[in-house]
C-alpha cells in the first residue's frame, strides 16, 4: 500500500493563469509559496520559503479563476506529480507539481 498526499497552506505567488482545453476543460496553474521560521548560526530567525507548482482542473480552476489572485491564502490538499517534456529547443524537461484534490479560501472576503 502507499500513499501520495500533500497539504499546504500558503500564499499564493502570482495571479493564476487560467486555460480552458479545445473540450472545455478548465486549468489553473499558479505557484503557492510555504514558509517556516528558523534560527540561523547567528540565533537570528530567518525565513525558509518553499515554492511549489499548484494545477487545478474543472470546477476547482473555476473557482480560482474566480477569487484567487496575487498574495491569496490557500489550504490544499492534493497530490505530487512528476512528468517530463520537450522544450521548444528540444531538451528534454522535468517538472514536479501538486494537482489540486481540495481546496480552500482562507481570509477575510473581499469584493
Known sequence: MSVNKIILLGNVGQTPEITYLDNGTAVAKFSLATSEKRKNRNGETVDDTTWHNIVAWKGTAEIVEKYVK??????????????????????????????????TLIG????
Open 70 to 103: 496575487k498574495g491569496s491564502t490557500l489550504f490544499i490538499e492534493g497530490k505530487q506529480l512528476n512528468r517530463s517534456y520537450t522544450d521548444r529547443n528540444g531538451n528534454k524537461r522535468y517538472t514536479s507539481e501538486v494537482s489540486v484534490g481540495t481546496l
Open 108 to 111: 477575510k472576503k473581499e469584493s
